[in-house]
């Protein structure tokens, strides 16, 4: 069944959108774990390792319903069709520079939209509009990636002005060091870009937390939580742009 709350899957997660770039790597883990991996093309309209970031490409809606930019390949629609989804093309085309590159990379938590709303799609607006899902604009235009979802009310950032904005709208916030976390040749990646929930409970992460200086910080701000952590490679934790969740088991 599809998740109903985008990032908040209350079973096992079943199929999740990965960037192909990333698939030969995690397509064993995940398996392992009984969750398909459904890849997006990288995107040439964006620059660096951004044209393979599922978050900046895809924009999970719920339920059985995507948002994907206007460029999308054929392929992958005929591939996220095929599966049931209902594919909303942007309005407006990715392009290379911040911050016409993020249209889509907006925040969902809950019944909460997070995103720079000046650069948001109109797509996006007007699908959350008439779901009636409270929009709140912040400077960060890389919301997706910059926060790791621990549950609906809890989570992980080290953005500074994403942990206040949140912290303003009820939520829990874990603030962390930023750095640590590699994108490309860079330690510049975002905690969320390497995380994402594969179950209720379950909080995977990209590779290991051993070299990051708040490593027992989240550990046990997630034992506080009741979340298990996973770690699905030996690497150092790397960005990939998000792991986006779409289908669960059945509830029965």
């Not at 096992?12 to 960037?19: E, H, N, P, R, Y």
Request: with cysteine; charged share 20%.
């Amino acid at each position: 069944m599809y998740i109903k709350n985008p990032n908040l899957p209350q079973k096992k997660v079943t199929s999740a959108i990965l960037g192909g770039k990333y698939c030969e790597l995690f397509e064993k883990p995940l398996l392992d774990l009984g969750v398909q991996i459904l890849p997006v093309s990288p995107c040439s309209d964006v620059k660096g390792e951004e044209r393979h970031h599922a978050d900046m490409l895809v924009h999970h809606l719920g339920k059985n319903v995507i948002a994907a930019h206007k460029n999308m390949l054929s392929k992958d629609i005929s591939l996220y069709t095929s599966k049931g989804l209902h594919v909303l093309k942007s309005e407006l085309p990715l392009q290379l520079e911040y911050p016409k590159n993020i249209i889509l990379n907006g925040l969902r938590i809950a019944n909460t939209f997070f995103h720079y709303l000046k650069y948001t799609d109109n797509v996006l607006k007007f699908y959350l509009m008439e779901n009636n899902c409270k929009m709140i604009s912040v400077k960060q235009g890389y919301s997706k990636c910059a926060v790791a979802i621990v549950d609906e009310n809890s989570v992980i950032t080290s953005d500074k002005g994403m942990a206040k904005e949140m912290q303003n709208a009820g939520f829990d916030v874990l603030f962390i060091r930023p750095g640590f976390i590699r994108l490309g040749e860079t330690d510049s990646g975002f905690i969320g870009g390497c995380s994402v929930k594969l179950s209720h409970n379950i909080l995977a992460f990209t590779g290991q937390l051993t070299e990051h200086p708040d490593k027992e910080i989240i550990l046990n701000y997630l034992i506080s939580k009741n979340i298990k952590p996973i770690f699905l490679s030996q690497n150092k934790l790397f960005d990939v742009g998000s792991i986006l969740p779409i289908t669960e088991e059945d509830a029965s």
